[in-house]
């Protein structure tokens, strides 16, 4: 079976504080790891992924993500936020399964950055 | 703008009936995935499709769904519709459908079942 834990459902943190949102997966075969971000009324847009090599990945708008192994986690970072990240965001794993893609999200921790 | 568009963008409807939500991917996007957003469940892959064929399957219920048709925009029947399928559907597109591919998201359907 595959899950994806993001454990805080809210995060608040003041403009330009630091921020991690974390997520912790479990899974019997190798996965790749992504993390979307979900502005209101919008679909969603990739953030960052990480397949294979470094494990620190960087995406758009300034994020990181570490991939963790032996701790199954892949938190997202950002050293200073804006006000213009307050939004959804949302760890993925996919996984390819007896030739089947399975995809599963986390249940979304919303950002929400105080002036 | 993803380049990905989703018809309609509100759709209310009653119990026991059937809709039909469409995507058109971006241009040159070979596969489609379905998705639902709902309060309770989160969100869910439903299913997936490249070039026309069933690629992957997700908690799709089997009164739901799907094709993808020769001009690659794609098609979600919803059927017998119940009070818990209230929710947003998204589809996404990717160039070739494989897991590392990025997948780019349309702005949703709102589906209402009164």
């Known amino acids: 079976a595959q899950s994806v834990t993001q454990l805080d459902s809210q995060v608040p943190v003041f403009e330009e504080a630091p921020v991690e949102l974390r997520c912790n997966y479990s899974s019997s075969v190798s996965v790749y790891l992504f993390w979307y971000v979900q502005y209101p009324n919008q679909g969603l847009q990739l953030l960052l992924k990480?397949?294979?090599?470094?494990?620190l990945v960087k995406g758009i708008n300034g994020f990181e993500a570490e991939f963790n192994k032996s701790q199954t986690s892949f938190h997202l970072r950002k050293p200073s936020v804006h006000i213009s990240d307050t939004a959804e965001y949302f760890c993925a794993v996919r996984s390819n399964s007896g030739g089947y893609q399975k995809v599963t999200f986390g249940t979304g921790t919303k950002l929400q950055v105080i002036p | 703008d993803s380049g990905v568009t989703q018809t309609p963008k509100h759709l209310i409807t009653a119990t026991g009936q059937r809709v039909t939500l469409r995507c058109s991917p971006r241009?040159?996007?070979?596969?489609v995935y379905w998705y639902q957003q709902s309060l309770d469940q989160g969100l869910q892959f439903l299913i997936q499709?490249?070039?026309?064929?069933?690629?992957a399957k997700g908690n799709i219920l089997e009164r739901f769904s799907a094709q993808q048709f020769p001009d690659l925009h794609s098609e979600l029947n919803l059927s017998s519709l119940e009070l818990g399928d209230s929710a947003l559907y998204f589809c996404a597109s990717s160039v070739e459908g494989r897991q590392w591919d990025e997948q780019f998201f349309g702005p949703g359907t709102r589906l209402t079942v009164l």
């Open positions: 499709y490249y070039n026309g064929e069933e690629r």
């Open positions: 990480y397949l294979s090599g470094s494990t």
């Open positions: 241009s040159g996007d070979l596969s």
